[in-house]
Nanobody, 115 residues
Framework: QVQFVESGGGLVQPGGSLTLSCATS????????MRWVRQPPGKALEWVAD????????GYADSVKGRFTISRDNAKSTLFLQMDNLNSEDTAVYYC????????RGQGTQVTVSS
């Protein structure tokens, strides 16, 4: 079955960086457009970034544009999110999922930005 295992979150100071990973299985990753989403505390799920199957970036939410970079390793069926210049508004649980909107996610990884 489809599985997503997100990792790499943690506590970071404002201005810091983190790289999230999402190990996937149960589908043909190399043929699949992928997405990062996040859920801030007490708020709804929000879109972060998409990437096409061939590794071409599709787009970023305005709130992360210029600071976050989505990438993928099709040989390892793994999705990444490089996050730089983090601020408190980036505090959230981050999930990887399908870019076509299917509501399938892993357990997520918590990112907390605080001094």
């Amino acid at each position: 079955q489809v599985q997503f295992v997100e990792s790499g979150g943690g506590l970071v100071q404002p201005g810091g960086s983190l790289t999230l990973s999402c190990a996937t299985s149960g589908f043909v990753f190399s043929n699949t457009d992928m997405r990062w989403v996040r859920q801030p505390p007490g708020k709804a799920l929000e879109w972060v970034a998409d990437i096409l199957s061939a590794g071409i970036n599709v787009g970023y939410a305005d709130s992360v544009k210029g600071r976050f970079t989505i990438s993928r390793d099709n040989a390892k069926s793994t999705l990444f999110l490089q996050m730089d210049n983090l601020n408190s508004e980036d505090t959230a649980v981050y999930y990887c999922t399908f870019a076509d909107g299917r509501d399938l996610r892993g357990q997520g990884t918590q990112v907390t930005v605080s001094s």
